[in-house]
């Protein structure tokens, strides 16, 4: 077979090689590409606004609000491969423009299930939502590492998750002056209501869900139009040898991923990574307002905007070092110093557990990006490409999983903080998986192709 470096296609001033890589990087389509980042970030903010809300509006206990995430993750892990799907026999544009579009849906949901006033309403909004976000997600992360040269394609897709955090903060900021504005601690008031006025008001407060929604449905419409007028690149490999030059079916590749260990082992700790991350922001601002009775849901907002500047700060210094020093050495120091967070986070009984959670945000920064491209360089054949990160993307079920579980101990328990252990013990395993691969990247250095 010849090199991978062969010239497929040369169009629109880039060229295409066999591998699927540019020989550059187009940078009008890599940056509108990494603008779609932001945009799942705000929606997977205004989730931990919502699951504060609606604990207080339907009487939900920690367990129950956790189907909040349930709802948005368990679609991520149902459509993911028929992304990839699309994908294969598409294009990843194609499959971009089909993410915005069932975003869009999601978001006008929420303008009928305000009216019919029921969670199972406003989760199947958030389930739409989600399918939406799989799409955009299965391949702008791909897409993102494909679209130029193999050796910085870790570094490309780290930038791009950079600006998630910036869609965190607007969606949390949206969230807490259009949803939690006027409302101080709702828990609090309408723990003094009954009856028909309890009912009334949280209809009331119902209708504030929409106006966040309103703004992200002009931004998505808009970058629906900018995309679909936008040449962009194929990225996806060939097969240089005739008798093998079709696509490999479902079948086939679930057949070649399956035999490789190191594939698995990045999808369970990319699984669980996503469970924690999830877990600790969802449940922050509960911590907040447990630990001080005092606050209100506004006040308690503000410190997810602290978490996600910190998650900010943390991606900016993590791109530094990963262009300078091992990325699995990286992610192990990374990884260790935020379990530690997590343990003070558990165990300190004052507001300092609340900041605590807040600078573990700072280890998560380059956790996602680098678990997804490490574990996809480790599909030596591209063919895979698409299917293979399908597979790491539905690993993101763990948000679904693993806030479920520390509802659970938290209800059982009857101890929001002591509940943190669940996010505790994953992240340590997280720190296991980057310290074997460490230990795998000493011994094979040959194999190392992350820059």
Partial sequence: MKS??????????????????????????????SLIFPLWGAAASLNDILITQFK??????DASTAFVQSAFYGGYFLIAIPASIVIKKQSYKFAIMMGLIFYVIGCGMFFPASQVATYTMFLAAIFAIAVGLSFLETSCDTYSSMIGSKKYANLRLNISQTLVPLGDIAGIILGKYLIFGSVGNLSETMSHMHGEARIAYGEKMLQLTLQPYKYILFILVAMLIILAITPMPKCKAVSLKKEINSQPSLRETFKHLVKNNRFKKGVLAQFIYVGMQTTVWSFTIRLALDLNHQITDSYASTFMVYSYISWFIGKLCANYFLNKYSVTKVLTIYSGLGTITLILTTIIPSMFAVWMAIFTSFFFGPEWPTIYAHTLDTVTDKRFTETAGAFIVMAIVGGAVVPAIQGYVSDITGSMQFSFIVPTICYVLVTIYFFFEYKYDLKHPQQITES
């Fill in 56 to 61: 207080s509006v339907f009487t939900l206990n």
């Fill in 4 to 33: 991978d470096n062969y010239l497929i296609e040369e169009t629109h001033g880039w060229k295409q090689l066999a591998n699927g890589y540019l020989n550059k990087t187009p940078i009008f389509q890599f940056v509108l590409v």
